[in-house]
């Protein structure tokens, strides 16, 4: 897989993290008290992360990733069956056997969203 891609998929996963992780900051309370975490250090530390993260992409691949990620939650999405699951548009059928290892990085042509190729 890309490098850079790799790098998307975790920043995804992170950004994933930090949303569930505001979103049952109630609920968290009795995690934050047991196990002695704060939800507000977590948040910034998610937050740091994500910046270090960001920092090793490509300038192309960044500004891409900073224009996709304001306005949608997902900004990395499969691929299944030739169909982009962030806007359920069919993709170029060439790019399905070049990106069988997902060595490119590549975009929705509709959505604008990263795409990753799953067998």
């Known amino acids: ?53 960001e920092d090793r992409l490509d300038p192309s691949v960044q500004s891409t990733y900073r224009r996709v990620s304001r306005s949608m939650d997902r900004a990395v999405v499969p691929v299944l069956n030739g169909v982009c699951y962030g806007c359920f548009i069919a993709v170029p059928r060439s790019w399905a056997s070049e990106a069988a290892e997902n060595e490119e990085v590549r975009t929705c042509e509709n959505c604008g969203r990263f795409l990753y190729y799953v067998d």
């Open 1 to 53: 897989m890309h490098p850079q891609l790799e790098l998307l998929l975790e920043m995804q996963d992170l950004r994933s993290q930090k949303q569930a992780l505001k979103e049952q900051a109630d609920e968290r309370e009795v995690e934050s008290d047991v196990f002695e975490v704060e939800i507000e250090e977590a948040l910034e530390e998610l937050d740091r992360k994500l910046e270090e993260l």
